[in-house]
């Protein structure tokens, strides 16, 4: 058993008089220690992974594809390869921290320990409002399936169903996580496990048969056929698809083995999805040429594999679809409620936030808190704004999640023990947050201004509500 | 280190659970591992629990430690939040190296004790429960065993005196110990049945096959089944999982 002591001794309290709970005593493989009370670690090296693939792959490959081919044309490759590299420059230090602090919150939790707690106020709020944009993205993206399977049945309706959908699903989901006493995280399992062999069939038949195997060939494209600028304004805009290795981490409190399973499970659904949207975007821009394929927006893999295997093929991948994008709206919704909880266990937000209705033992106030903003979100419909808003917010955790880290290798404490430590310190922390503040500079304008608010609306809060409260530790 | 026998006596311990009647007089003799625990949904940190409910639940398992103190017993207790109950259970057994799991039930005085032989495995830690426990009172102790078809009568006979004989030597007087031999039942029912005329039951915890799968572990079926309370002994910990 390794025990890692957690030397942070939170101070203050918050306008309500609520102080921050106090840290544990001791971390274990199997439980977080609090005096005489034992947290039990449940969630193996399969569930981290996931939830890590469960919450990205639904906007990667159901969603952007389309979007991003029209944006970038070939170069969408690049985009998505792009992106992927900053996650996994970013992934390799949260890890890092994760092993050293495996407690619940994340990203906000190594912020404001490890850099104070202004800096982990403007991260935990932005998590928790960056994964309501985020989820509000996943159903405006469901709701994009659920109308194509109207269109497929030919029913003919009088108004655009995306956003009513979205809505539908949106209260049927929080009102699920509220009520539902299901064993969540093995659905989420057998989904994730579904979709990975559906997705893996239906792409190694779409890479033979863009290399010529079955007669057809591809039609050769020139890759920078829009420029090289659209390259990197796509990676900022599929960005999105990268955020779920974080929300790993938001559960980090409940993963057994945390010094074995945190770095494996974020390390590996990075590269997991990675593999599979570049492949997607091959396949897919192989098999219609970037231009089409844009035309076809958000559902574009329906055609794609309509071409490839006609009607079971649209129905395999409408179906898919479907499943990606509610499983990825669910694990936002209920990482959301974490991060509510890890800020009101620490005082930034009313203790009641987090409060457990007794019927049926769930966190009601915060999946309310989260479920319902996403409802307004929805009502909006906008696709990319939504995506780029989530990727903004999470992009500023990432950036100071490795600044937090380059922080804490230079000081040392003595509390700061990771069993797995990054390799290249200090180059690809360093790089990792050049890239991920970068990557926001290209962005819609419209985006960057929302984020910013969001920001500043955070940190005026804490200094309102919290002011007073210290959470950073002996650093 | 005592002689005394490690039993872990598991408790939901806001669910409403508690220690039914009887059973710290049945448990005076051992060392109670007391395991406060609560399941929560995965939609709930264990963490948001605890910040709500540790109070109460410390109060409540503060009473429990008390009734098994009163009564004699040593107390080691525990308090657990988690998503996964079996896994809790498991742990504790494993960390405390538990004898036996008791499933409370409400009983009078003990006077008769039925012990299920299920073979020669676990025997030894079968043994130790029931000396350790019962040795000193002067419940009567009844070795049941359900022969199999190919188990001869000599085979049976060996197994269940050599038993007899370990429990004398642990200070379980021979006259009180009887046994009792069936032979074309099935085992789980012909065990449920005769422990109706008993206050309590001692069982093996055996080994999970196919069929545990759907009908359950026969020690959950005879404890859902009989309503007095049953001490599972625990399998042998297989070598120590963690270094």
Redesign the interface.
Same mark, same amino acid.
């Given at each position: 058993?390794t025990d890692r002591l957690v030397d942070v001794d939170p101070t203050g309290e918050n306008v309500a008089g609520e102080a921050p709970?106090a840290e544990p005593d001791a971390v274990t493989?199997?439980?977080?220690v609090?005096d005489?009370?034992?947290?039990?670690r449940?969630?193996g090296l399969v569930g981290g992974l996931a939830i890590g693939i469960g919450t990205m792959i639904g906007a990667g490959i159901f969603v952007f594809p389309g979007l991003a081919a029209a944006n970038a044309g070939l170069a969408a490759t690049l985009s998505f390869a792009i992106g992927g590299l900053i996650a996994l420059l970013v992934a390799l230090p949260t890890s890092e921290l994760a092993t050293a602090m495996p407690r619940?919150g994340g990203g906000y939790y190594f912020v404001s320990r490890g850099m104070g707690t202004a800096y982990g106020a403007v991260v935990g709020l932005g998590l928790w409002l960056g994964l309501m944009f985020a989820s509000a993205f996943y159903l405006v993206g469901l709701g994009h399936y659920a109308s194509a399977v109207f269109a497929e049945l030919d029913v003919a309706l009088s108004f655009n169903p995306v956003v009513g959908i979205g809505l539908l699903f949106g209260v049927a989901l929080t009102a699920l996580?509220?009520g539902?006493?299901e064993?969540?995280?093995k659905l989420q399992n057998a989904v994730v496990g579904v979709l990975l062999v559906v997705l893996t069939g239906f792409l190694s038949y779409g890479v033979l048969d863009a290399v010529g195997v079955f007669g057809r060939g591809t039609v050769p494209e020139q890759f920078f056929s829009r420029g090289y600028v659209p390259v990197l304004s796509t990676a900022a805009l599929v960005f999105t698809s990268y955020l779920g290795f974080a929300q790993v981490a938001t559960?980090a409190?409940?993963i057994k083995q945390p010094g074995r399973n945190l770095p494996l499970a974020m390390v590996g659904s990075v590269l997991t999805v990675t593999v599979f949207y570049i492949v997607t975007i091959f396949v897919a821009t192989s098999a219609f040429g970037a231009d089409r394929l844009g035309q076809f927006g958000e559902t574009a893999m329906v055609e794609v594999a309509r071409d490839f295997l006609g009607l079971p093929g649209a129905v395999a991948i409408l179906g898919a679809g479907l499943l990606a994008t509610f499983s990825s709206a669910n694990a936002s919704i209920?990482s959301a409620?974490?991060a509510v909880?890890a800020l009101s266990?620490d005082a930034l937000l009313p203790?009641r936030a987090?409060?457990?209705n007794l019927r049926?033992?769930?966190?009601h106030i915060a999946?309310l808190a989260a479920g319902g903003p996403i409802l307004v979100l929805v009502a909006t419909g906008r696709v990319e704004l939504l995506a780029e808003v989530a990727s903004f917010l999470h992009l500023i955790m990432y950036g100071l999640m490795c600044v937090a880290q380059i922080v804490l290798r230079r000081r040392d404490p003595e509390w700061y023990t990771p069993s797995y430590r990054v390799p290249g310190y200090p180059v690809v922390p360093a790089v990792g947050a050049l890239a991920s503040v970068g990557l926001i500079a290209f962005m819609q304008p419209a985006s960057i201004g929302i984020g910013i608010v969001v920001m500043l609306v955070s940190y005026l809060w804490f200094r309102y509500y919290a002011g007073s409260v210290t959470l950073k530790g002996d650093v | 280190m005592t002689d005394r026998p490690s039993i872990l006596v598991p408790v939901r311990v806001l669910d409403g659970e508690s220690i039914p009647e009887g059973v710290p007089d049945l448990l005076a003799a051992a060392h109670v591992v007391l395991l406060g625990y609560h399941v929560?949904?995965?939609? /709930?940190?264990?963490?948001?629990?605890?910040?709500?409910?540790?109070d109460r639940a410390?109060e409540r398992l503060d009473e429990f430690e008390a009734m098994f103190e009163e009564a004699g017993a040593t107390v080691e207790?525990?308090?657990?939040? /988690?998503?996964?109950g079996q896994?809790?259970l498991d742990?504790m057994t494993t960390e405390h190296d538990c004898l036996a799991a008791l499933v409370p039930n409400a009983t009078g005085p003990v006077e008769d004790v039925l012990v299920a032989v299920r073979g020669a495995v676990g025997i030894d830690r079968l043994v130790r429960v029931v000396a350790g426990l019962f040795g000193a009172t002067d419940a009567s102790v009844t070795l049941y065993h359900v022969a199999e078809p190919v188990e001869t009568d000599e085979d049976v006979e060996t197994l269940l005196d050599g038993m007899v004989r370990r429990l004398a030597d642990l200070g379980v007087d021979a006259a009180r110990i009887e046994t009792r031999v069936e032979r074309d039942q099935k085992a789980l029912d012909a065990v449920v049945d005769t422990a109706d005329e008993f206050d309590v039951v001692v069982m093996g915890e055996s080994d999970p096959s196919l069929t545990t799968f759907v009908f359950g572990l026969p020690a959950d079926q005879v404890a859902d089944r009989f309503l007095g309370p049953v001490l599972v002994v625990q399998r042998e910990p297989t070598d120590a999982p963690?270094k």
């Open positions: 058993m709970a493989d199997d439980t977080t609090h005489d009370v034992e947290l039990e449940t969630i619940s996580s509220i539902g006493t064993n969540t995280a559960v409190g409940e209920l409620s974490r909880y266990r203790r987090s409060e457990i049926y033992g769930t966190p999946l | 929560v949904p995965g939609q /709930t940190a264990p963490g948001q629990a605890q910040m709500q409910f540790e410390t207790r525990r308090l657990v939040f /988690t998503h996964d896994k809790t742990r963690e």
